[in-house]
């Protein structure tokens, strides 16, 4: 019994809230790239808010049920349909054995979290249901789902449908995104007027945006400051001697493309980083198109730590609302 | 008829399966259901976009390597 996958979709996963405490391992934290998206649709079908849920990206997959399920789709305004009939995004769904669930064009956002009551049941495994594709961990044996799976889903909480997230609380970008990150680490390491057009400049999301990083194209190369190039560094003088990769640090290879590590990134490495994306604006680049345009911009712990608390708030006003 | 096969996702739409080889379909040629062509890329990812029926593309609505939306028109076929 469960979910039979008809289409998987482009590389929807399974994923929780993840697995922190083996990224010093090189096993990186994972889990949804959304996670005030995941806590909604958990919230909405009854689940506990860390259950698994399918992450798909860009466009959804196609899913027969074989037992009846409360659903909900969180995140992406990926429209969904069951039985080819329209359905509502942020709202409890009833999804009867025998029914298919699939999906029209995504019309904003990137990822869509689908929640089933009782939660996708694979193994956990470190702590965590999600999927670490290129490291063979979690999920559905390791890997993004595929045609002719069968999903399992555990006990249905029964919650009733027409539950909904208020539009008002809901959080996805629209036009161009400002990211709040806080210069740092290796800051020194590029010139005064590069430090300046890193910030002034519009930077767009690259294709290659993924649940490792997110890379950006569009603003001027960063020159940086001149040195003897210490033992163990690389001869670009974008390459430091290998250091620890925080979640949300930006690296930017050669000095021309920033990049934002995310939920499957690499624990550490030789590029020098800029700073870090605060927390409360991870969610945000999990829904970003590529092509967004983008512009960075500079707070202090202060701000960042203000910023966490709203996103903290801004959840407890969902669980307010629905539990 | 004429009748649109849009993007499935968004990305950068190719009209050729690599820069080296031929686009899979000119404007004019016959395709059959589940003829590719073009690929959408993101993520690293080369998705194939594939006609749903079979006739004549018209036209193609869309340059190789444009970036395209979600739901994008991307060719017009004729039934």
Partial sequence: MGINVINPGLATTIQDLGRPGYYHLGIPIGGAMDRFALHCANLLVGNDEGAACLECVFMGPELEFTQDATVAITGADLPPKVDGEPQDTWTSLKVKAGQVLSFDFLKGGARAYIAVSGGIDVPVQLGSRSTYAIGALGGYEGRAIAAGDTLPVGQDAGVAEGRSVPAAMRRMPTGPVELRMIPGLYWHRITKEAGEHFFDDMWKVAPECDRMGYRFRGGRPLDFVPREQPFGAGSDPSNIVDACYPYGSIQVPGGTEPIVLHRDAVSGGGYFMLGTVISADMDLIGQMQPHTETKFVSVDMDQALNARHERADALQKVRDVLV | ?79
Wanted: net charge negative; glycine share 8%; proline share 9%.
């Fill in chain 2, 1 to 79: 008829m004429s009748i649109e096969i849009f993007s499935p996702l968004p990305g950068t739409f190719y009209r050729k399966p690599a820069p080296d080889q031929p686009v899979y379909k000119e404007s004019g040629d016959a395709v059959a259901k589940g003829d590719v062509i073009g690929l959408v890329e993101v993520m690293k990812t080369f998705y194939e976009v594939k006609s749903e029926l079979d006739g004549h593309i018209d036209v193609f609505l869309v340059e190789n390597e444009d970036p395209v939306q979600a739901g994008q028109p991307l060719a017009k076929l004729k039934g």
